[in-house]
């Protein structure tokens, strides 16, 4: 299911790690079908292994799996891939398409023996629908509750066992009784240039294309440490190439279709770098109002905050303090101004 939107500016950003059904639609030919296949993620890919071969081992289903962390790192693909591994059909559904206990219950109902049950965006369930489920990861069973008012009861309905494989971007949301009853949590973190260089290559022989080395890396290095995004640009130098280039997705391609598109070296894109800009030249660095700069540049506060700022704090080229954003010696570098002098008893410039 797709990723919650942080609204329009979100969805019509190229680097956007979210994703919508049409583009999930193109992911899926370029999906890994087993763990071996998977790049990346070394840590929870050997501890997922070894959950998965020990289930297979005894024949039963494993334990419930809780896959944590940003979007468009693979956290449906493993679940995809944990099905696969077990031979086990696999059910899709998300958190906000749940908001009812009902609509869990016929979920749960209509599952067979080792069923995976993938929930996405777990965090948003329904206070109701996550209290049945508790019931239904420990017990296996759910309580049908049949009349209304002071005749209703509770007829109990065994449910085969299943396992359930939940995916969140916000782990600290979590109710702890929700949180244990998963018997393995992966973190899934940010890709590094060479890994997302090899998923590249890969996506490249699945597209049924040829892309050099160098072009790979330089869209690697655009990437911000996910491979949504680098299966995304890649897409674009694609179609650059086949229409304004010989056909050829070379070092010049990638570039070139890169600056149509407003993805500097660095990944940051047009809405980065109008942060970047104002903050720099308009406020002299910072200390500013996160409304004061979201006006700026034309956008809602909400927006600057959940849209660009993540990325920037992250790369070290924005901080956060008690009086408001300020620009770090790298983002005054990354744009090529010249940061003001140190005013007198005030220390230096911020470099995270």
């Known amino acids: 299911m797709a990723e919650p939107s942080t609204g329009t500016a979100d969805s019509d950003r190229i680097v956007t790690p979210g994703a919508d059904e049409i583009e999930r639609a193109a992911e899926a030919a370029l999906r890994p079908k087993r763990l071996d296949d998977f790049v990346g993620q070394q840590v929870v890919r050997d501890q997922l292994s070894l959950v998965l071969q020990a289930a297979l081992a005894r024949g039963n289903p494993p334990d419930h799996v809780l896959l944590s962390g940003p979007p468009g790192l693979g956290k449906t693909t493993l679940a ?22 009902g609509d869990l219950a016929a979920v749960l109902s209509s599952l067979e023996e080792g069923d995976v049950l993938f929930i996405d965006e777990i965090h948003r369930l329904a206070r109701p629908a996550e209290e049945l489920l508790y019931v239904a990861m420990e017990d296996f069973r759910v309580d049908v509750v049949v009349g209304k008012g002071a005749g209703a009861s509770a007829i109990p309905l065994a449910l085969p066992r299943f396992t359930v494989v939940g995916a969140t971007t916000r782990s600290g949301l979590l109710p702890a009784p929700l949180r244990d009853r998963f018997g393995f ?32 890396h330089e869209i690697a290095g655009r990437s911000r440490g996910t491979p949504r995004i680098a299966n995304r640009l890649l897409r674009r130098v694609r179609d650059w190439a086949q229409v304004r280039g010989d056909g050829r997705l070379d070092i010049d391609a990638a570039r070139s279709a890169l600056e149509v598109y407003e993805v500097d070296p660095i990944g940051l894109d047009r809405l980065d770098r109008a942060v970047l800009t104002a903050l720099c030249t308009r406020f002299g660095g910072g200390p500013v109002g996160l409304s004061t700069l979201a006006m700026t540049v034309g956008e809602e506060a909400e927006t600057v905050e959940t849209v660009a700022e993540p990325y920037l704090v992250r790369e070290g080229l924005v901080g956060r303090t008690p009086r408001g954003r300020v620009a770090t010696l790298a983002a005054w570098e990354h744009l090529g101004l010249t940061p003001p002098a140190p005013v007198a008893g005030q220390g230096t410039l911020p470099d995270l």
Do not use: C, F, K, N
């Open 185 to 216: 949590t992966g973190h899934m973190d940010y890709y590094s240039p060479e890994e997302l260089e090899r998923v590249i290559l890969r996506s490249a022989r699945l597209l049924g294309v040829q892309v050099e080395h160098a072009a790979a």
């Open 80 to 101: 995809m891939i944990i099905a696969g591994e077990l031979d086990s059909h696999l059910r899709l559904t998300s958190g906000p398409a749940i908001q009812h206990a």
